[in-house]
Nanobody
Framework: QVQLVESGGGLVQAGGSLRLSCAAS????????MGWFRQAPGKERDFVAV???????YYADSAKGRFTISRDNAKNTVYLQMNSLKPEDTAIYYC???????????????????????WGQGTHVTVSS
């Protein structure tokens, strides 16, 4: 069982930056694939970014060039650095994890929420114009 706790959300002006963190419990973190999703008001939850145990990463088109996902296995933490934020980035951001050793079938494989087994409670990000 893996428990995930997100932090780092808040209110920021357009063009600003935030770094989200997701702390994971358990001894298998280094072998879990970790993802970030977001859900804007009135919309479905969408994929943002994913990082594998080997450090490979994929991004949604909306995140490419602005967001960076990273992980610190010593701290059991995954991060999402968000720069050049836009009002349309306003959403609840969720951290997600797979079971240990999940294989990588390419970028679009990770867009689906059912590939992830554990979810955090989310952290709110609001970008004002």
């Amino acid at each position: 069982q893996v428990q995930l706790v997100e932090s780092g959300g808040g209110l920021v002006q357009a063009g600003g930056s935030l770094r989200l963190s997701c702390a994971a419990s358990g001894r298998t973190f280094r072998t879990n694939t970790m993802g970030w999703f977001r859900q804007a008001p009135g919309k479905e939850r969408d994929f943002v970014a994913v990082i594998g145990s080997g450090g490979w990463a994929y991004y949604a088109d909306s995140a490419k060039g602005r967001f960076t996902i990273s992980r610190d296995n010593a701290k059991n933490t995954v991060y999402l650095q968000m720069n050049s934020l836009k009002p349309e980035d306003t959403a609840i951001y969720y951290c997600a994890a797979t079971t240990p050793g999940a294989p990588n079938y390419g970028s679009q494989y990770w867009y689906a929420q059912d590939k992830y087994d554990y979810w955090g409670q989310g952290t709110h990000v609001t970008v004002s114009s």
